[in-house]
């Protein structure tokens, strides 16, 4: 018996369509921010420099120097918060001329216009499964529950700011339990962004998530299901595509929102599963073979386009096309080939009080083309393995805080020499209806429930009750 996914995506897509309109869409709004903070950085490094051509600071004004270290003293009045040297702690300049608020960022001034925001973020889940280790069947993805009972898979710190009026810069640290309470810290995310070069330009340079898709961008306080769609887990492993690396991005002139993107990477290790990844399980049984760049040919490029067209005053659609380009570390010529489309559809009406209420329909269709070398040792035949898949999921923000969600997904791919080994193979597919509660902009309690069918395994029901909490204006939600 097969889960009736067709009906399912069907009901999803009629749904949709007899609703009416959406919101202004996300892509082109953060453009616009964009070309404001620039504005703003470029006004704030105009009036610093009048400053300090009018007036001079009094001798014994306090510096705050790079090796003391900033400690935050939280405010007696409506007075802004203050450092231990004597500088300030603020949202920006023109904010400290008020009360501090707890959905301000906790922001440090340095000088001018330079500024450092902080926040945390906490997501955890407790809940049951017929599996026994969900880990090492059902739930592939790093943030993912691990285990029957409590999982806490993302702890975030996370930093942004202005380092100067052509740069803004962003970290993100991730704390991790696994099954045993032990912590692993990763460096998600630390890269620098561009804020004003010529010919609507945008350069990003770093340790960065590839602008691949919709989703594979997103950190998992911003995903709309408890767990990471089976489609990502194939083509691009439990973390996700990320890696050290550059990307250019145009603004493309035209009256909707268009931008192109090209990224390049090291594409090594494994949050670049598909890649040179030096794991068995990513070389599909096969002994990695360590490979060096040695030239252009050995980076991963990452090409993806978006586009907005507003269909109505409340209807948005957003469509967009990726690719992942690269060697893989299963032969010496070994390559993989990664396509992906994605769309996305919104409809709010003019009369939306707060953003509800709102119906949001996303879907993320990917192909994977793996070249796996011989390996005579594994005993292993050289074959091309295909891999592909997608993803559909519905939103329904029925009420001031509460959303409905539902989503279907299929994987498969053919027949390789190691599938009865490899969970990231096979035909699989899962439904996962849920409903989501947020008590404020730094909380949300989500309930889930998935539905499991694969290849290497039979039906598997969990439950799975999310928890999230935020510190710092970072993680507000955005309904």
Same mark, same amino acid.
């Not at 889940?125 to 409590?150: C, E, M, Y």
């Not at 040919?297 to 209807?315: A, I, K």
């Not at 050289?382 to 891999?387: G, K, Q």
């Not at 299929?410 to 699989?428: C, L, S």
């Given at each position: 018996?097969?889960?009736?996914?067709?009906?399912?995506?069907?009901?999803?897509?009629?749904?949709?369509?007899?609703?009416?309109?959406?919101?202004?869409?996300?892509?082109?709004?953060?453009?616009?921010?964009?070309?404001?903070?620039?504005?703003?950085?470029?006004?704030?490094?105009?009036?610093?420099?009048?400053?300090?051509?009018?007036?001079?600071?009094?001798?014994?004004?306090?510096?705050?120097?790079?090796?003391?270290?900033?400690?935050?003293?939280?405010?007696?009045?409506?007075?802004?918060?203050?450092?231990?040297?004597?500088?300030?702690?603020?949202?920006?300049?023109?904010?400290?001329?008020?009360?501090?608020?707890?959905?301000?960022?906790?922001?440090?001034?340095?000088?001018?216009?330079?500024?450092?925001?902080?926040?945390?973020?906490?997501?955890?889940? @407790?809940?049951?499964?017929?599996?026994?280790?969900?880990?090492?069947?059902?739930?592939?993805?790093?943030?993912?529950?691990?285990?029957?009972?409590?999982?806490?898979?993302?702890?975030?710190?996370?930093?942004?700011?202005?380092?100067?009026?052509?740069?803004?810069?962003?970290?993100?640290?991730?704390?991790?339990?696994?099954?045993?309470?032990?912590?692993?810290?990763?460096?998600?995310?630390?890269?620098?962004?561009?804020?004003?070069?010529?010919?609507?330009?945008?350069?990003?340079?770093?340790?960065?998530?590839?602008?691949?898709?919709?989703?594979?961008?997103?950190?998992?306080?911003?995903?709309?299901?408890?767990?990471?769609?089976?489609?990502?887990?194939?083509?691009?492993?439990?973390?996700?595509?990320?890696?050290?690396?550059?990307?250019?991005?145009?603004?493309?002139?035209?009256?909707?929102?268009?931008?192109?993107?090209?990224?390049?990477?090291?594409?090594?290790?494994?949050?670049?599963?598909?890649?040179?990844?030096?794991?068995?399980?990513?070389?599909?049984?096969?002994?990695?073979?360590?490979?060096?760049?040695?030239?252009?040919?050995?980076?991963?490029? @990452?090409?993806?386009?978006?586009?907005?067209?507003?269909?109505?005053?409340?209807?948005?659609?957003?469509?967009?096309?990726?690719?992942?380009?690269?060697?893989?570390?299963?032969?010496?010529?070994?390559?993989?080939?990664?396509?992906?489309?994605?769309?996305?559809?919104?409809?709010?009406?003019?009369?939306?009080?707060?953003?509800?209420?709102?119906?949001?329909?996303?879907?993320?269709?990917?192909?994977?083309?793996?070249?796996?070398?011989?390996?005579?040792?594994?005993?292993?035949?050289?074959?091309?393995?295909?891999?592909?898949?997608?993803?559909?999921?519905?939103?329904?923000?029925?009420?001031? !805080?509460?959303?409905? !969600?539902?989503?279907?997904?299929?994987?498969?791919?053919?027949?390789?020499?190691?599938?009865?080994?490899? @969970?990231?193979?096979?035909?699989?597919?899962?439904?996962?209806?849920?409903?989501?509660?947020?008590?404020?902009?730094?909380?949300?309690?989500?309930?889930?429930?998935?539905?499991?069918?694969?290849?290497?395994?039979?039906?598997?029901?969990?439950?799975?009750?999310?928890?999230?909490?935020?510190?710092?204006?970072?993680?507000?939600?955005?309904?």
């Amino acid at each position: 018996m097969k889960i009736p996914y067709l009906t399912l995506l069907i009901c999803a897509s009629a749904g949709v369509a007899a609703a009416s309109a959406a919101q202004i869409d996300p892509e082109v709004v953060q453009s616009l921010k964009r070309e404001l903070e620039e504005l703003r950085q470029r006004t704030r490094a105009i009036e610093e420099k009048i400053n300090q051509l009018e007036t001079s600071p009094p001798a014994d004004t306090p510096a705050i120097t790079n090796s003391a270290p900033a400690v935050l003293t939280p405010p007696a009045t409506n007075a802004p918060p203050t450092l231990a040297g004597g500088g300030t702690v603020g949202t920006n300049a023109a904010a400290l001329k008020k009360a501090w608020s707890a959905s301000d960022p906790i922001t440090v001034i340095r000088s001018g216009s330079s500024y450092m925001n902080v926040s945390f973020g906490v997501v955890g889940n @407790v809940g049951w499964s017929t599996a026994s280790d969900v880990s090492k069947s059902l739930q592939l993805g790093d943030h993912d529950p691990i285990q029957r009972g409590f999982s806490l898979r993302n702890a975030e710190l996370a930093f942004d700011g202005a380092v100067d009026p052509y740069f803004k810069g962003f970290a993100n640290i991730a704390l991790k339990l696994d099954q045993n309470n032990g912590t692993d810290i990763e460096l998600e995310e630390a890269y620098l962004l561009s804020t004003s070069l010529p010919g609507n330009l945008q350069l990003k340079a770093g340790q960065f998530n590839a602008e691949f898709g919709r989703q594979n961008s997103q950190h998992p306080h911003q995903w709309a299901f408890v767990d990471q769609p089976l489609i990502l887990n194939r083509a691009f492993g439990p973390d996700g595509l990320r890696n050290p690396g550059a990307r250019l991005s145009w603004l493309a002139p035209t009256p909707n929102y268009t931008e192109l993107f090209l990224g390049v990477f090291n594409g090594q290790g494994g949050t670049a599963f598909s890649f040179r990844d030096p794991d068995m399980v990513a070389t599909h049984g096969r002994t990695p073979l360590e490979r060096n760049i040695t030239g252009p040919g050995d980076f991963l490029y @990452v090409p993806h386009v978006s586009s907005s067209f507003e269909l109505t005053r409340s209807q948005t659609l957003v469509v967009g096309a990726s690719g992942a380009f690269g060697p893989n570390d299963s032969g010496p010529h070994s390559r993989t080939e990664i396509y992906g489309v994605d769309t996305y559809w919104k409809w709010k009406p003019a009369n939306a009080g707060g953003g509800f209420p709102f119906v949001g329909w996303q879907n993320e269709a990917l192909y994977r083309r793996y070249g796996a070398a011989a390996d005579a040792v594994a005993g292993l035949p050289a074959e091309t393995l295909h891999d592909w898949g997608l993803y559909s999921q519905l939103l329904y923000g029925f009420r001031q !805080g509460w959303v409905a !969600g539902l989503r279907g997904e299929y994987v498969d791919g053919n027949t390789g020499a190691f599938d009865p080994m490899d @969970v990231y193979r096979g035909e699989r597919e899962r439904v996962s209806p849920n409903i989501t509660w947020y008590p404020s902009e730094f909380s949300k309690i989500r309930l889930q429930y998935n539905l499991d069918h694969g290849q290497l395994f039979d039906y598997e029901h969990s439950v799975w009750l999310q928890f999230e909490f935020g510190l710092g204006a970072h993680s507000a939600h955005k309904f």
